[in-house]
């Protein structure tokens, strides 16, 4: 069966980096748009990046644009996010997700999703 692992979160301060990733399998990875979502305490799951299926496109959300940079290995099937300049309303839990087709940030066209790793970034 598909399976996305998350790894790499963690507790931060802000102002630090961090650098998550996202080992797929039970897919064909390099067929997959993969996407970065993130979800704070009592709020609803937020678009962070995505990445078209050989690497040649990638989008970001607004409160991360510029921060953030999302790249791909699919000789490894895995997914990265580097995050810089951390803030505490970056906190969440980070979930990477997998779509044949996704045209926009609606997690709604994303099939499969990984259990997610929490971001704590303290003041």
């Known amino acids: 069966q598909v399976q996305l692992v998350e790894s790499g979160g963690g507790v931060v301060q802000a102002g630090d980096s961090l650098r998550l990733s996202c080992t797929a399998s039970g897919l064909t990875f390099s067929t997959y748009v993969m996407g970065w979502f993130r979800q704070a305490p009592e709020k609803e799951r937020e678009f962070v990046a995505s990445i078209s299926q050989r690497g040649l496109r990638t989008f970001y959300g607004d409160g991360v644009k510029g921060r953030v940079a999302i790249s791909r290995a699919n000789a490894d099937n895995t997914l990265y996010l580097r995050m810089n300049s951390l803030k505490p309303e970056d906190t969440g839990v980070y979930y990477c997700?997998?779509?044949?087709?996704?045209?926009?940030?609606?997690?709604?066209?994303?099939?499969?999703w990984g259990q997610g790793t929490q971001v704590t970034v303290s003041p």
């Open positions: 997700a997998a779509a044949l087709v996704a045209t926009s940030g609606d997690p709604r066209e994303y099939e499969y």
